[in-house]
């Protein structure tokens, strides 16, 4: 008597693989399964607070503003620059001389990078003072106002 044996690529078609790569079959459930979704909860167990330590403000920090300047160079301070100020009424010449009140727009600190070959008196709050020397040396002045 012939027995025919059936191979073991027909016996198992259609089965394929109940979890679909997933592991075991409780593994691939929901957000509530892994403790919720991304940084939620406090960690693996209740006395383990993970990222406690984050929340919430501590000491005493006070309100007062940043502090933070804004500065012009004296290189930014060209010749074009100046006359376009004027254009615009936020400067004035007299004579070869230009009048700036770098406070008024809106500068709070002088400083010294780049070249300054224009002939000008300039108020300013604070003045750095290499660049006071290269304001003098073109002939100019700078005026500090507080």
Known sequence: MVVYSQKKRVRYRGKGSGTHGGGARKKRRGAGSRGGRGNAGTGKRAGHHKFWGSLGSRGFIPRRSSGKTDVINVGDLTAERLT?????????????????DLTSLGYGKLLSTGNFAVKAKITIAQCSPAAAEKVKAAGGEVVQSS
């Open 84 to 100: 376009h100020w004027v254009s615009e009424g936020k400067a004035t010449k007299e004579g070869n001389t230009y009048i700036v």
